[in-house]
């Protein structure tokens, strides 16, 4: 079954207007009287087409990521502050050097019977990790020692890292980081141990799910879990409006707008899913001087661009990393527009008439909308922002290399992933150039300091640097948009690529 809006419409002529549309409310769904067991759930994702896979280790969609939550578990999952909480693994233990951590785990099976051992989980590493193959979770688990880890029994895994890391489990929840069985390379019919056992599988159409009786979390109250293929946004909401699907991932603030209210549409909104900045290279001109860069955060008006560019469905920015996430700096005092200060501080710097390229592009949700908005919130200033919109299939690649000033977007994660991918001097996405040998020093330090509060102050120092000299100019978080039927119940709001997000064993059909 894949939707398209031409499809759709055909599907829906006798429908009226009326019909597909309501007036307004963020309201629980009637199903909120409480669980039951049964049903069909039908639910709505864009996706890749032919090159869709159930591989979970290749998983880089949407679709592809929650169908690897339905079939597969991991040792670990990030909770609502994003943080590593234990999933497969009943508990984890380091050393006292942090260079070893044993993981117990629990007791589960495969959906062929077999159980979840040892042997499966690095197994399942050694592949993510193979030096012939790209998945995307190798970088996540490279500081493992995998020669020196070993299975101590059928339930207990040793791991050797590289160097001490008391952010280990981070990498065991990282994306893609899913377990399966010894062996495994055939995924046409995969085998898993999570909530949902594989059923059948039409590549860029469709996959169906049935209930797993056997999951070590308990079986979920669906009977049935169908993801559809719906790559146009209007198709998915008009799907759900239609009675096709009971659930569309991924809708815009203005589908939002236009259904708040309706009988057909419960809308649920997971904040703080998505960052949403414009990045400035700190290793060339003009944004290698400081005042210029505090000029920039100073021109922004946040809450003109939350307004504008994500529909208000989301919160201001303070220019730093994981709003709401585990280690956030939330007492550094909020950033707010002054322009009489940015254009002292553009004088200062001798930028006053300087034209700025603005590189943006359609290859995330709102940056050219954004881009556009934050050149005309900098007119007056004495600087010109000029907005040139590139490649979206280059953007990323281009970015990272090109250019001055780019617009700049990505979902949840850890903080100290966030810094370790993107700000230490050898992160391999440093789109910024933030290069700081004390802070790659501080990173160090907050990873092998087991006191939690410890580790909590010296993140807060690390964000303090970056707010004061940093290049992420961090105005908003986004709010992530789903809609279900009203007789779905217990949809959580959690960020997206969280354990809560997607998470269709705890969604009942009332």
């Not at 693994?89 to 062929?112: C, Y």
Request: hydrophobic share 40%; with cysteine.
């Amino acid at each position: 079954m894949t939707l398209t809006r031409r499809g759709f419409l055909g599907l829906t002529a006798g429908l009226s207007a009326a019909t597909l549309t309501g007036c307004a409310t963020d309201a629980p769904s009637p199903a909120a009287a409480g669980p039951r067991r049964g049903g069909r759930l039908r639910a709505a994702f864009a996706g890749g087409g032919a090159k869709e896979v159930l591989d979970p280790h290749l998983a880089n969609l949407f679709v592809e990521a929650a169908r690897s939550k339905a079939v597969f578990d991991k040792l670990a999952d990030l909770g609502q502050d994003v943080s590593a909480q234990p999933r497969l693994a009943e508990r984890w233990e380091p050393s006292a050097d942090l260079l070893r951590w044993r993981i117990t785990l629990r007791e589960a099976v495969f959906h062929d019977g077999k159980p979840v051992r040892a042997q499966d989980v690095l197994a399942s590493y050694a592949r993510i990790l193979d030096p012939r193959r790209t998945f995307r979770a190798k970088s996540s688990l490279a500081l493992i020692d995998l020669p020196n880890s070993r299975a101590v029994d059928d339930r207990t895994v040793e791991f050797a890292l590289q160097r001490p890391f008391i952010e280990f489990p981070n990498a065991l929840a990282a994306f893609g980081t899913y377990i399966v069985p010894e062996g495994a390379e055939d995924f046409t019919r995969p085998v898993g141990s999570g909530p949902f056992r594989f059923e059948s599988f039409a590549p860029g159409k469709s996959v169906l799910l049935t209930r797993n009786p056997d999951h070590w979390e308990g079986a979920p109250h669906l009977d049935e879990l169908e993801f559809v293929i719906a790559n146009e946004e209007s198709a998915r909401a008009n799907a759900l409006l239609g009675g096709q699907v009971e659930y569309a991932h991924d809708l815009t603030p203005t589908t939002a707008r236009a259904n708040t209210g309706s009988d057909r549409m419960v809308l649920h909104r997971s904040p703080n899913s998505a960052v949403q900045s414009f990045a400035m290279k700190l290793d060339r001109a003009p944004f290698d001087n400081p005042d210029l860069r505090e000029a920039m955060f100073l021109l922004a008006d946040r809450p003109q661009l939350v307004e504008a560019v994500l529909g208000g469905s989301g919160q201001v920015g303070n220019d730093l990393f994981g709003k709401g996430y585990e280690h956030y700096a939330d007492d550094i005092p909020q950033r707010a527009r002054d322009l009489d200060r940015a254009r002292f501080l553009i004088r200062k710097a001798g930028a006053e008439g300087l034209r700025v390229t603005l590189d943006t592009s359609t290859a995330a949700a709102g940056m050219v909308e954004a881009a556009t908005v934050f050149a005309d919130q900098a007119k007056g200033s004495g600087l010109t922002i000029e907005v040139v919109t590139g490649n979206k299939d280059s953007y990323w690649s281009d970015t990272l290399k090109n250019g001055s000033l780019s617009s700049f977007r990505s979902g949840a994660m850890p903080i100290e992933t966030h810094i370790a991918q993107r700000l230490l001097s050898d992160s391999g996405t440093n789109v910024t150039k933030w290069a700081r040998p004390e802070f790659d020093a501080l990173y160090r330090k907050a990873v092998s300091t087991v006191d939690a509060e410890e580790r909590g102050a010296v993140y807060r120092e690390m964000q303090g640097s970056l707010h004061a000299q940093g290049g992420y100019l961090m105005w908003g978080f986004a709010d992530w948009i789903v809609g279900t039927s009203p007789n779905v119940g217990g949809v959580a709001t959690a960020p997206a690529n969280s354990l809560d997000w997607a998470r269709f064993d705890r969604v009942w059909l009332g």
